[in-house]
């Protein structure tokens, strides 16, 4: 079994920046397709960016590419997702979720484990 957890949220300014992370603990992710959701109040959860399990492939939502970031360190189990020039409108709960499946994957129901998530609030 997989456990999630990620961290680094907070407030930020509108044009600021964060790196959000996400430590796996219990098994090896290193082989696994990783991905960021957010769910902001009274909406869904959406995609926000895909990696593969070596890190080559990234995959990002329109409305973030260009601006965030994701990576991976398999050495450290850890993903992240570096977030600049951060708009009111990115203000969410992220949760980053994997599949023990090479490849990216864009559908939250392509991942099987989830962290429980990290707030970010941008003001304006």
């Known amino acids: 079994q997989v456990q999630l957890v990620e961290a680094g949220g907070g407030l930020v300014q509108a044009g600021g920046s964060l790196r959000l992370s996400c430590a796996a603990s219990g098994r090896t992710v290193s082989s696994s397709a990783m991905g960021w959701f957010r769910q902001a109040p009274g909406t869904e959860r959406e995609f926000v960016a895909s990696?593969?399990?070596?890190?080559?492939?990234?995959l990002y939502a329109d409305s973030v590419k260009g601006r965030f970031t994701v990576s991976r360190d398999n050495a450290k189990n850890t993903l992240y997702l570096q977030m600049n020039s951060l708009k009111p409108e990115d203000t969410a709960v992220y949760f980053c979720?994997?599949?023990?499946?090479?490849?990216?994957?864009?559908?939250?129901?392509?991942?099987?484990?989830w962290g429980q998530g990290t707030q970010v609030t941008v003001s304006s």
């Open positions: 990696i593969s399990s070596s890190g080559h492939s990234t």
């Open positions: 979720a994997g599949r023990p499946y090479s490849g990216y994957y864009t559908g939250e129901r392509d991942y099987d484990y």
